[in-house]
């Protein structure tokens, strides 16, 4: 498993993009130079919490709302999110569904803690489909708490057009 412990198998810039804890969709505006534009696919009541959420999810107070992004800028589609939540939490916290989370989270400016928990390659052909490239595609998943309580499970998948910025990465046989 790669961790945040000098990874040699992740380059550097991988590695703050994958293990760091700042906003996503800050350091995609800063790459790319554009904003980053939320593209809202649902949000819908998750009753059971699919066998491939992360085990995270079950930490969360029912019932739960699920959110399922792309995140485009410049017309180049640079991730796909997804993020599960408390549904009264959701109603408080995202307002406007179509605005990045960091951003709904962080007006007022409230505190916020970032664990990564997992890192992942994944394969989809959805996935190639949208981001017109094969994978696999490196994925994380994370909590935000907030005084202590866990307050979202979010998984991103990035697209490799990153790679234009952050430089090439090992996406076959990294885990073996």
Request: net charge neutral.
């Amino acid at each position: 498993m790669i961790s945040g412990e000098g990874s040699q198998r992740l380059p550097g810039a991988w590695q703050l993009m994958l293990l760091g804890d700042g906003s996503p969709t800050r350091h995609l505006r800063l790459l790319t130079g554009h904003d980053v534009q939320v593209k809202l696919i649902a949000m819908e009541l998750e009753t059971m919490a699919s066998h491939k959420a992360p085990k995270e999810v079950q930490e969360l107070k029912p019932p739960l709302l699920r959110r399922q992004v792309w995140l485009t800028c410049n017309s180049l589609t640079l991730a796909w999110a997804e993020s599960w939540w408390n549904q009264a939490e959701a109603k408080l916290h995202l307002k406007n569904q179509e605005q990045p989370i960091w951003t709904s989270l962080t007006q007022g400016r409230s505190e916020l803690f970032r664990e990564v928990d997992g890192l992942a390659l994944v394969q989809a052909d959805w996935l190639e489909s949208e981001f017109n490239c094969e994978g696999p595609f490196w994925s994380r998943h994370y909590r935000f708490f907030r005084q202590e309580r866990e307050l979202t499970v979010i998984r991103e998948v990035f697209s490799p057009t990153l790679e234009k910025w952050l430089g090439p990465t090992q996406r076959h046989g990294i885990f073996n």
